[in-house]
């Protein structure tokens, strides 16, 4: 992502399911909570059939068409819906429910999402979705925007709303390209694939992420995925925002889908005992490796600091990372953490860098983590690693 000067920031998004007591529905005479209940749940199955085996005709006879023509191309394996609660809405019934899908070949878990669903009666007495929509505050999914095109690269898919195939395949090579390249660093043992989600604009990441478009205004891309990686979550999704992507050079575009893409490899060894100036700074690190790119390119606000006498006394804390009014000090912190990355490369070897990560992470809690890694892996203590990273900032950005 971009903010400032270059930052960019992956985050972890999860979903949470309110299971509420079921209640009556229909009009006149109304059926019992369990039989409409049950009702909605047949419509639903027949549905979810419909979606899995491509058959249009049989979805629109469980409701209205236009969903499936936003959602078909896209490779499911898995589509079911659970209905959690029925409720009474004049005529018709909203139904919560929580839908689970799984891309092929891609997610090792159903992604899980609540739903409601608004259901009216037929004239011979069935019941017919009219409307499939997020539940609550839940996020939308990508087919909520519009029609999913889809580009299947060599070590990605891309999938996109209001995007030509054109720009699509672009994404595709930069995916192609950064999946390689963090395996030769970080290793072999991650899904080696990547899912990319392009909506039409800011707006439509925001709304994919529930939250307001001014948390990320500027920033270039995010990752969703799970801390630890228990196996029990699907793959992790780079979501794009394509306003803030258009703006970035070439070698900018490369270097934001190389540093999300270790985002997805590192998930299951970045845990809440990692720092994000180390999850930031290694992702940042392999971004930038083979670039060119001198400290002062990379790290301009970070340099101005330390030319101007205010070499930063300690390493960015997790704070330093949230988004505010001063993108400076955003940028500082991401820079700050990628140079301590280089540091350790540099100084230990690339190999002890990507030790101390995975040491970091499998501590059990976040207190002595890095401390107790630092010991371990690079033979060093927090105070004495400061002071050289402290050192390291003045002699790469200095005049």
């Known amino acids: 992502m971009a903010g400032g000067g270059r930052a960019w920031r992956s985050g972890a998004v999860g979903l949470c399911l309110l299971l509420v007591p079921l209640t009556g529905c229909g009009g006149g005479q109304p059926p019992s909570a369990g039989t409409a209940t049950a009702e909605v749940q047949r419509v639903l199955d027949r549905r979810a059939a419909a979606v899995l085996g491509h058959d249009e005709q049989s979805y629109g006879e469980t409701g209205t068409r236009g969903p499936y023509a936003d959602l078909?191309?896209?490779?499911?394996?898995?589509?079911?819906?659970?209905?959690?609660?029925?409720?009474?809405?004049?005529?018709?019934?909203?139904?919560?429910?929580q839908l689970r899908y799984r891309i092929r070949g891609y997610d090792k878990a159903p992604v899980t999402?609540?739903?409601?669903?608004?259901?009216?009666?037929?004239?011979?007495?069935?019941?017919?979705?009219?409307?499939?929509?997020?539940?609550?505050?839940?996020?939308?999914?990508?087919?909520?925007?519009?029609?999913?095109?889809?580009?299947?690269?060599?070590?990605?898919?891309?999938?996109?709303?209001?995007?030509?195939?054109?720009?699509?395949?672009?994404?595709a090579r930069l995916a192609d390209t950064a999946v390689p390249e963090v395996t030769k660093v970080w290793g072999t043992d991650w899904s080696r694939r990547v899912v990319l989600l392009v909506p039409g604009s800011l707006t439509g990441m925001a709304a994919l992420l529930g939250a307001p478009a001014s948390n990320y205004r500027g920033i270039a891309a995010v990752t969703t995925g799970e801390a630890g990686g228990s196996g029990q979550a699907p793959a992790d999704r780079v979501i794009l925002n394509p306003e803030a992507y258009a703006v970035l050079a070439p070698v900018g575009k490369q270097v934001v889908l190389t540093h999300e893409t270790t985002h997805v490899a590192t998930r299951a060894h970045t845990t809440s005992a990692t720092p994000l100036w180390l999850s930031e700074g290694y992702a940042d690190w392999i971004g930038y490796l083979g670039t060119g790119r001198t400290p002062t390119e990379a790290a301009p606000e970070l340099a101005r600091a330390v030319q101007s006498g205010q070499v930063p006394a300690d390493l960015p804390a997790d704070r330093d990372f949230g988004?505010?009014?001063?993108?400076?000090?955003?940028?500082?912190?991401?820079?700050?953490?990628?140079?301590?990355?280089?540091?350790?490369?540099?100084?230990?070897?690339?190999?002890?860098?990507?030790?101390?990560?995975?040491?970091?992470?499998?501590?059990?809690?976040?207190?002595?983590?890095?401390?107790?890694?630092?010991?371990?892996?690079?033979?060093?203590?927090?105070?004495?690693?400061?002071?050289?990273?402290?050192?390291?900032?003045?002699?790469?950005?200095?005049?």
């Open 72 to 97: 078909r191309a896209v490779p499911f394996a898995q589509w079911s819906y659970r209905v959690t609660a029925v409720h009474r809405d004049g005529a018709g019934v909203t139904a919560d429910a």
């Open 113 to 171: 999402t609540d739903r409601t669903l608004s259901l009216d009666r037929t004239a011979d007495g069935r019941w017919y979705v009219t409307r499939d929509r997020p539940a609550g505050r839940t996020g939308q999914q990508l087919w909520d925007q519009g029609t999913v095109r889809t580009v299947q690269g060599a070590h990605s898919l891309v999938l996109g709303v209001g995007q030509s195939r054109t720009v699509l395949r672009g994404y």
């Open 323 to 399: 988004f505010t009014d001063d993108p400076t000090k955003l940028a500082e912190a991401y820079e700050g953490g990628w140079l301590a990355c280089r540091m350790i490369a540099a100084h230990w070897g690339e190999a002890r860098l990507g030790a101390f990560y995975r040491a970091v992470g499998a501590h059990k809690e976040r207190k002595g983590a890095v401390e107790d890694a630092l010991t371990t892996e690079l033979g060093t203590t927090l105070t004495d690693f400061t002071a050289r990273w402290h050192d390291y900032l003045t002699a790469q950005l200095g005049d």
